[in-house]
Nanobody
Framework: QVQLAESGGGLVQAGGSLRLSCAAS??????????MGWFRQAPGKEREFVAH????????YYADSVKGRFTISRDNAKNTVYLQMNSLKPEDTAVYYC????????????WGQGTQVTVSS
């Protein structure tokens, strides 16, 4: 079981930056063994993949829409995954969710409650 809690969302102007954090509380299986992902859902749209990072942190993958602007990282000693978001655009406005996968990112098993990111033009 993993419980996830996102933080760091807020209101920012276009071109600005935010850093999201996701703190994990894991029982049974260690946090460091999960692939961690970030997703987002804008109003009226389906939830979409943003980025993921494997358990060692040595491999990451990004959606084309955020590549070069967002960076995912993790600190296994702190049971935390981060999403650094730079050069934000109004179309990045969404609720951002972190998620944990037991299956290398093919399917996500645990989800946080989300944090709102609003980018004004």
């Amino acid at each position: 079981q993993v419980q996830l809690a996102e933080s760091g969302g807020g209101l920012v102007q276009a071109g600005g930056s935010l850093r999201l954090s996701c703190a994990a509380s894991a029982s049974g299986r260690a946090f460091s063994t999960y692939t961690m992902g970030w997703f987002r859902q804008a109003p009226g749209k389906e939830r979409e993949f943003v980025a993921h990072i494997i358990w060692t942190g040595s491999s990451t993958y990004y959606a084309d829409s955020v590549k070069g602007r967002f960076t995912i990282s993790r600190d296994n000693a702190k049971n935390t995954v981060y999403l650094q978001m730079n050069s934000l655009k109004p179309e990045d406005t969404a609720v951002y969710y972190c998620a944990a996968s037991l299956r290398g990112g093919l399917q996500y098993d645990y989800w946080g409650q989300g944090t709102q990111v609003t980018v004004s033009s």
